[in-house]
């Protein structure tokens, strides 16, 4: 089971990689046809003081951040100036707080999962929860995570995962789904609403 998720995550890295060169070389064959992106690097060439427009200037800053394109090949750009259009992402969860994001109450935290998809197992997420979050519990010792508190921790992110990625599902059917309905209010639902 464990050598299947890191082979998964591996896989998974491996076709991040491979989109974020394909992304890099289209942003460098862009950049190399651009008409504007090459009068940007001529004007820098020529050092003169004239006044640019605000789409001048845009252009200026693209060439200061990537260099001129003109003059570099692409596995050179990619190692240089263009490293940050290679990036990969982490495929492993984020933590993020309400403050960060300009939403919500200043005490919210979000978890962010790359692509849709985590890279842990349920028990190392949910350790990797309890050490990151910041609680009254661990300032007083008095409450801990017990296994009905983990279990409903998981049914709450899994439902907020089918949320995401199903947001026109009726709720009902998504709350099953995260085994937060009975399963005999699901029967009866069924009886009344055959033709579903």
């Known amino acids: ?51 640019l427009n605000a789409h001048g200037q845009r252009v200026l800053a693209c060439v200061d951040k990537y260099g001129d394109i003109h003059k570099t090949s692409f596995d050179d750009w990619v190692r240089g100036p263009g490293r940050s259009r290679a990036a990969v992402p982490s495929v492993m969860p984020e933590l993020m707080t309400a403050k960060s994001l300009k939403v919500g ?30 609680s009254v519990a661990r300032e ?7 296994p009905v508190m983990q279990k409903n921790l998981w049914r709450d ?15 009902w059917r998504l709350g099953a789904e995260a085994m937060l309905v009975d399963k005999k209010w699901l029967g009866l639902s069924e009886q009344l609403n055959p033709d579903r």
């Not at 992110?157 to 709720?171: I, M």
């Open 140 to 146: 007083y010792g008095c409450i801990r995570l017990t």
């Open 105 to 134: 109450h200043q005490s919210d935290l979000f978890i962010r999962f790359p692509n849709g998809a985590n890279a842990m197992s349920q028990l190392e997420f949910l350790a990797w929860v309890t050490a990151m979050v910041p």
């Open 1 to 51: 089971m464990r050598a299947d998720l890191l082979a998964g995550i591996v896989q998974s890295t491996n076709r991040q990689v491979a989109a974020a060169m394909a992304s890099a070389r289209l942003y460098y064959n862009y950049l190399r046809l651009s008409p504007s992106y090459a009068a940007g690097c001529i004007h820098r060439l020529r050092k003169k003081g004239r006044k």
């Open 157 to 171: 992110v899994y439902l907020a995962y089918l949320l995401k990625n199903y947001p026109e599902a009726e709720l």
